[in-house]
């Protein structure tokens, strides 16, 4: 009989190893310090059949916060399981522990770096209204001219400046809140969003102690090409800081790397930086040599705590559509972690029904493509909370596992 799901035991770190180096690569210990550590071990779950670990589904948590209001977010990742013990059911029993302790830890919501179905079978939905900006040279050099390419420069970050780092990423309105390890965890391995990376600091050329921004930036080299002549592309995959500032380091990135594209992704939420980009809205960059896409997120999300997520946020919910926001009561049909049932949204005798899962995440954060169902009831309701939605969502950057 299997074993599980549960949490990894201490004498079992190195069938994990085995599991994970089998299924991806070698040195994923090194790659997730955050996931695969002695404090996190409770939230590694596993499968045990045949006196062995067969599968595996890693989980961190932490908290975040969305436009200052507080949530708690857990991170799906490193889910593997031996192709001979595929087809039993193992992942989906796994995930969906990890979905139960998860509501019992008091999470809000959940974010998988993955979109198979294992995931959009129990409600998981790729979510956001964003943008996927792609930088050629003659976008570069615009920006360059725009923005003051010459008044800055690009320096190496190394761990000594994670302070001046993590304040850049403080003033972030949409941000995990993260502990010093985990910044520490991201400089030691060096590996972010499953690449090697290489950290970048953008300062004044007069004053290059004090940072305006920073970068991470996927090594073009390693950065995984679906056809080998593919042109090479610098990723940023984290950014915080002066957006003008840091358009003005886009062609000093095109000139140390070497290649013909910077990518960018920009967060729906982020107005700023959408705006300088993206004119108008929902069409094409104002820069020649600059296209951007609408996009969602990298992976899927899942709500875990409906009711507890849509109280926390009534504060962001009060500031869009005012007083009445703390009138609305929010109900679920199945316990927190589950992937069944329905929502109830009332304002007074008025009520809205959600009918699933997979709805809600999209309702809630947006999605990049039409909603596979809409809400039903009352039209009421559903106009004064589509004032208030999407909610933003976050983005991974070194917190990917």
Not at 316 to 342: K, V
């Amino acid at each position: 009989m299997p074993d599980g799901p549960r949490a990894l035991k201490p004498n079992e770190w190195t069938q994990l190893d085995a599991l994970v180096s089998a299924v991806f690569r070698p040195q994923m210990f090194h790659d997730y310090p955050q996931l695969f550590n002695e404090r996190n071990r409770h939230n590694l779950r596993i499968v045990a059949e045949d006196g062995k670990v067969v599968t595996h589904v890693g989980m961190i948590e932490r908290p975040a916060s969305l436009a200052g209001c507080r949530i708690d977010v857990a991170c799906i990742g490193a889910v593997a399981t031996y192709p001979d013990y595929r087809g039993k059911g193992f992942a989906s029993q796994a995930f969906q522990d990890c979905c139960d302790k998860a509501a019992a830890d008091g999470i809000d919501i959940m974010l998988i770096s993955g979109g198979r179905g294992l995931y959009t079978r129990v409600g998981c939905r790729q979510v956001r209204q964003d943008w996927d900006v792609a930088i050629a040279p003659e976008g570069a050099s615009a920006l360059g001219s725009a923005f003051g390419q010459s008044r800055y420069r690009l320096l190496p970050l190394g761990s000594e400046r994670i302070d001046a780092a993590r304040r850049l990423y403080e003033a972030e309105p949409v941000r995990f809140l993260r502990s010093l390890d985990d910044w520490q965890m991201a400089w030691s391995c060096g590996v972010v969003m499953n690449t090697a990376s290489d950290f970048w600091g953008i300062a004044p050329a007069d004053c290059p102690d004090e940072l305006a921004a920073y970068l991470i930036v996927h090594q073009p080299h390693k950065l995984r090409r679906r056809q080998p002549d593919d042109p090479l592309v610098a990723r940023i995959v984290e950014f915080a800081g002066d957006r003008a500032v840091l358009l003005a380091a886009i062609p000093l990135l095109l000139e140390h790397y070497g290649v013909g594209r910077v990518a960018l992704h920009v967060q729906g939420h982020d107005v700023a930086l959408r705006a300088l980009l993206v004119d108008p809205p929902g069409r094409q960059s104002r820069w020649p040599g600059i296209v951007a896409t609408p996009a969602g997120t990298s992976g899927t999300l899942r709500v875990i705590s409906f009711v507890q997520l849509m109280e926390r946020c009534r504060p962001l919910l009060a500031e869009r559509i005012g007083w009445t926001a703390y009138d609305l009561r929010f109900a679920a049909d199945e316990r927190p972690g589950s992937a069944l049932g329905g929502f109830t949204i009332s304002l007074g005798s008025e009520l809205l029904r959600i009918p699933d899962l997979a709805t809600l995440d999209q309702w809630l954060f947006g999605s990049p493509r039409p909603r596979e169902a809409e809400p039903a009831g009352s039209a009421q309701v559903a106009r004064l909370l589509e004032r208030a939605l999407p909610l933003p969502s976050l983005w991974y950057g070194i917190s990917y596992v």
